[in-house]
């Protein structure tokens, strides 16, 4: 399965559903992969219409609004995909199961970039962990969870970092790169959730393009 894909949705259908609501809810949440072992013929063509990969029946897992975001978290940094249960019955979620869908939105809104496209870094934090961007590896992303310490160390990195910023509404963060040893200095962030996303941005190439003038 495409590495991008950080979280599938398995709809488990007891009667005939509406395959273009339910790809459309996976599309709005970050999701960018479903499963179904029904009606998959309807959910080829939402698939398409939505721009999202519909797999194979695989493992998955029945998941809460209180679990969801830490087991996907600790799959991440595993470097594993979270397939999740989610029942559709006479067409419609519970309201346990649309909770879950809420939490998992909120959460990816923010910080879904860089969770789908992360992939395991060789830099260590002193708390919480690090992935990188695999198609960009200027960009590194530490996850923490909450409760927040007053700062960090990042070990590994071999030159200053342009920029750090909390990934929500990118919020600057003061920092000190000494001896490959950044530390940041951390504030609270706007929202709370069970893990907050910084990005350390590094040198870019888009960085060494002079400013045309006309």
Request: glycine share 4%.
């Amino acid at each position: 399965m495409n590495p991008d894909f950080a979280i599938v949705l398995n709809y488990q259908l007891n009667d005939k559903a509406d395959a273009d609501f339910l790809v459309k809810t996976a599309r709005n949440i970050g999701a960018r992969a479903v499963m179904t072992d029904r009606q998959t013929e309807d959910f080829k063509t939402a698939c398409a219409k939505y721009t999202i990969f519909l797999a194979n029946p695989e493992n998955s897992t029945d998941l809460t609004k209180d679990n969801v975001i830490d087991t996907m978290v600790n799959n991440r940094k595993a470097g594993k995909t979270t397939i999740i249960n989610v029942p559709v019955k006479a067409g419609k979620f519970s309201a346990a199961t649309q909770a879950m869908l809420d939490t998992i939105n909120d959460w990816m809104h923010q910080f879904g970039h860089a969770f789908n496209e992360g992939k395991t870094s060789a830099l260590t934090s002193s708390d919480g962990f690090i992935l990188e961007n695999r198609h960009a590896n200027y960009q590194k992303y530490v996850f923490l969870p909450s409760p927040l310490p007053d700062k960090i160390v990042v070990e590994g990195l071999v030159e200053e970092p342009n920029r750090v910023e909390w990934i929500e509404h990118r919020t600057d963060l003061d920092f000190n790169y000494k001896d490959q040893k950044l530390t940041i200095n951390l504030v609270k962030p706007d929202d709370e959730f069970a893990w907050q996303v910084l990005r350390i941005q590094a040198h870019r190439p888009e960085d060494d393009i002079l400013e045309t003038k006309f």
